[in-house]
């Protein structure tokens, strides 16, 4: 056994986060940990690596190759990381180093961790090798802040697999990429179980533990509530939260009409943007009317994030026009934004962040807690920092923000790409539903065509080089 983890359990506030959980990998035998966002998966991968967050209380026992470790030991595994234990960790904005280039990140690694015969120069011929093998040979010399969301989980992917760790934990690796990026991290994942490989992968997308198979352990509330052979699970569920996190996969999702959408709201005629000498897109014609819904679909990298930054008049266009008619200021133009973290003050409360906004705008309390009952979030979470909480219940909060100040457009960009498939249905139908409601106009950015399309709208799709097509 490579990785083992007896009777772990994590504990604030006299509330048990993980509870009692046990599971052994073995090398080239994958186990994925199926679960809803908030469920303590991420939370487990942090007390096996030894890096839980102060305040909360571990105990168990964790052993890495037959190395048996008190789990709340957490100093005695810092010799493990990177070179026997890695991780690919759930935020990859916030894992890679904003003031160096991508090469160089990956490249440091082979260095200072593996320590490679050939210095630097090799270890960025390395680097550049894996960059390329994940259709990343162009994002050599970009910073992180120039990556998609999708371009920096692949960096930090190559970054986390440098330091030749055999025992790794991929938490959320897929996360926001569109499904041909989605199969390239499973080849490499797989690679890596080739080789004789540990992998712990930790994530709400049923499709990645289908495509690994293995073993499967479902956690609910800490707990881990089934567990077995990944074709087994799968095709015969035994308990009822299973069954419901496969009937939310988002092709069994019922299909929605169109709906009628009123008065123009904002308009671009022949938009461009280029980055340099790579052109995301041209000749972009786009109506935006209230109660529209929109779907800009494309591969990870192709400019959806950028066209909404466009529309809502946060980047500058290359070419072309952009009006919005009406007298509704500027902050009715809201954005979700991929990166939940970014967007966050991060030394303030949830709570203190949104009462903010309701003193602000003139909102009702009761408002934010009839919005938080919606999307299934916790009072308890609201006396908590961002960095305190996992990355689907801060997309949620953010989500929650949004919609308190009645936008007229949202451009809501991968607003669901951390959550689980039962989270995700219901907090798309709520923002679906809410946007109707209210008559706000949401354009959604989403690399699941599946959903736009069940979700009934109207679909705007960026080819290769980001022309629409």
Known sequence: MSLGVSDVSVVGDGIELVSHVSLAVEPSKPLTLLGETGSGKSLLAQAIMGTVPRGLTVSG?????????????????????????????????SALDPTMRALPQVGEVYQRVRQIAGGRPSANVRAAEDLAALHLSDAGRAFPFMLSGGMAQRVAFAAARAGGGDVLIADEPTKGLDADRRDGIVSMLRSHLEQRGTLLTITHD?????????????????????????????????????????????????ERSARASGELVLSARGVAKAFGERRLFSGIDLDVRAADLIAIIGSSGSGKTTLGGVLLGLVASDEGVITRPGQAPAWKYQKLYQDPVASFAPRATLRMLLEDVVERHGREWSVVEQLLQRVR????????????????E?????????????????????????LDPITQQETLELLVETAADRGCALILVTHDHVIAEKLGARIVAL???????
């Open 61 to 93: 026992h964790v052993s890495v190759h037959g190395d048996v470790q008190a789990a709340d030991d957490q100093q005695a595994r810092r010799k493990y990381w990177g070179r026997t234990l890695a991780v690919l960790p759930q935020e990859p904005w």
């Open 206 to 254: 049923v499709s990645i533990a289908r495509a690994l198979g293995g073993a499967i352990a479902v956690m609910l509330e800490g707990r881990i509530v089934e567990q077995g052979p990944a074709v087994m699970v799968l095709a015969s569920p035994t308990h009822t939260y299973t069954r419901r996190l496969l009937a939310a996969e988002p092709s069994a999702w019922p």
């Open 394 to 418: 801060l997309q949620r909060f953010a989500l929650v923000r949004v919609l308190l100040i009645d936008p007229v457009v949202v451009f809501a960009d991968e607003p669901t790409s951390r």
């Open 463 to 469: 080819g290769a080089i980001g022309s629409p097509s």
């Open 377 to 392: 979030l916790s009072h308890m979470l609201l006396d908590r920092r961002p960095d305190q909480v996992s990355g689907g």
